[in-house]
């Protein structure tokens, strides 16, 4: 029996749209960028490197309103860790991945209204966007203003421009692994659907 | 002819204390040791192989004669038989910077091996100005010592620029070189390359960007070159990372530095023919420092310039390739398993 729950309004399902688009438009054109060929290149340079701009000043606005939107709503509280226990739920959550989900086993921590990630998605989450994000924005500031970047005496560029390659790869295997743990609902593509209605479809009862 | 130290011809000392302060100050200011031009002392100087050789300013005293007046902007002159000094100007292109000049490569010529002896008579006869000014093949061609430097290459390299085709007569080495402080620059291994970069610009700028320097020579109105570059993304940036060569020469394989310069439409526009793995200026700019086989070069990085497209640390690379390879993998292996338990574990 499936049940449904109103996880994702409006603004939450826009945000994430916006984040969706543009992560992929800079995956894209950053690889483009990185391995360009003046013989084949993937997308043109110059309007790979105008796309990387606009995509990379748009997540940078939206990552300030989740910033934002986490000090004036309650949304916060699903990236908030609480140190009691995390470790046990988090060895839970990883056992089920790695054993109980190919056993059949129901998950450890289902989706509620009170707990809209699981430990480890919650980890993840709060790496990505607190600390992920925040490197990748501010090196991207530093190569899109690399005047600026000189004059505050902030070291060489490379190592700026080395950390923003690094830091593209790990969000770009967060985004895979993000997508791949969408397929986890009830059906296959349910939580792609929830994301779009805003109705998550559980086959748990609510927690 | 008159010997010139019978004039009576002083310095006004008050810019000769402001100069004997200023100039070493100024290159302790940028970072450089100053060449003790004023009391003549050897002064070790690296040379493009690394070594350091001693100056002798043998030449000095010989030189100091004309530099009485010619290293200083005003002259005092009092001809002979009068009481009357006279006071002017020295015409600012007649005026040299002694320093630069025994920091350059010709620092131990002496003044009269290139102009004529006749200057040693004061005041200067009036056809002198006209004399010939010898170019660089007139003395280092054909001399087996300075092959490596392909004078001739640059020669045939110039005849075929547009300076030549349209200028021949009003450009030559010495337009774009200066004669009195010409110094090694692209072979400075010393040097950082942002002043390599610096003192080439400042050559194409001497006249792109002086109006009078310009139109003496074109007789057109000098266009405004961050108006006609304005199509170039981040143009201060690349002002301060490349050389004006790098678009508007042809790559030679021969030379260091590139001397065909082309019509602007044929300059580079493609950002590709830089940002891209086989970056035209690994050819030009980055050439020498590739030919020496620095460090970081080895690993496909260019000094330390932030060259998007063309910069590739093997390291990252190989870094960024295992981790994306290993959660595709990750995700294959277990959507497998999963595929595979499903059918198991379905009742």
């Not at chain 2, 050439?287 to 260019?302: C, F, R, T, W």
């Amino acid at each position: 029996m499936s049940h449904n729950l109103y996880l994702y309004p409006k603004f939450i399902r826009l945000w994430h749209f916006i984040n969706a688009v543009m992560f992929l438009l800079l995956i894209v054109t950053g690889l483009s960028m990185q391995y360009t060929a003046p013989d084949s290149p993937l997308i043109r340079f110059d309007i790979a490197v105008k796309l990387h701009d606009i995509g990379g000043i748009t997540v940078s606005i939206n990552y300030l309103l989740f910033l934002m939107g986490n000090m004036v709503t309650d949304n916060g509280k699903y990236y908030r860790i609480q140190a009691k226990g995390f470790t046990t739920e988090l060895k839970g959550q990883f056992r089920y991945y790695i054993w109980g989900i190919f056993k059949g086993e129901a998950p450890p921590y289902p989706i509620s209204k009170d707990r809209k990630f699981n430990p480890l998605q919650k980890l993840s989450y709060v790496l990505v966007m607190y600390m992920g994000m925040p490197v990748i924005i501010l090196t991207g500031l530093a190569l899109f203003f690399p005047q600026v970047f000189d004059l505050l005496g902030l070291g060489s560029l490379i190592v700026a421009d080395v950390i923003h390659v690094l830091m593209g790869i790990v969000l770009t295997m967060f985004m895979l692994i993000h997508l791949y743990f969408s397929t986890f609902g009830r059906t296959m593509f349910s939580n792609f659907k929830s994301i779009i209605s805003g109705w998550h479809e559980s086959s748990q009862a609510p927690g | 002819m008159k010997n010139p130290a019978l004039f009576k011809i002083s310095i006004l000392d008050d810019n000769l204390h402001f100069a004997r302060v200023m100039i070493p100050l100024l290159f302790l200011l940028a970072g450089t040791a100053p060449i003790n031009a004023q009391e003549g002392e050897p002064t070790g100087q690296r040379t493009t192989e690394g070594e350091t050789v001693e100056k002798k300013f043998t030449n000095k005293e010989e030189n100091a004669l004309c530099l009485k007046c010619h290293a200083n902007k005003y002259v005092r002159f009092t001809p002979e038989g009068s009481d009357q000094p006279y006071i002017f100007k020295m015409y600012s292109d007649c005026i040299i910077d002694t320093t630069k000049y025994y920091a350059s490569n010709h620092w131990n010529f002496k003044c009269v091996d290139c102009h004529s002896s006749d200057y040693e008579t004061y005041p200067h006869l009036a056809g002198l100005r006209f004399e010939y000014m010898a170019t660089c093949l007139d003395c280092h061609g054909d001399d087996p010592e300075y092959a490596k430097f392909h004078f001739e290459k640059i020669q045939e390299q110039y005849e075929a620029s547009v300076h030549f085709s349209k200028y021949s007569n009003e450009i030559s080495c010495w337009s774009c070189h200066n004669s009195h402080y010409y110094k090694i620059n692209a072979r400075n291994r010393d040097q950082d390359i942002k002043m390599t970069i610096a003192y080439d610009n400042a050559i194409c700028l001497g006249c792109h960007a002086n109006t009078d320097n310009f139109e003496m020579i074109a007789e057109r109105l000098n266009p405004d070159v961050t108006t006609t570059h304005e199509w170039l993304p981040n143009q201060a940036n690349h002002f301060k990372s490349v050389r004006c060569i790098e678009c508007h020469a042809e790559i030679n394989d021969t030379l260091l530095v590139a001397h065909k310069i082309l019509p602007k439409e044929q300059a580079v526009k493609k950002c590709v023919e830089c940002h891209s793995s086989d970056s035209r200026l690994k050819a030009s700019l980055y050439k020498y420092q590739l030919e020496e086989g620095a460090s970081l070069v080895k690993d496909d990085m260019i000094g330390d310039a932030v060259l998007i497209g063309s910069r590739r640390s093997t390291t990252v690379n190989l870094l960024s390739n295992i981790l994306i390879l290993a959660t595709v993998l990750g995700i294959l292996g277990h959507w497998s398993l999963r595929i595979i338990t499903r059918k198991k574990t379905k009742p």
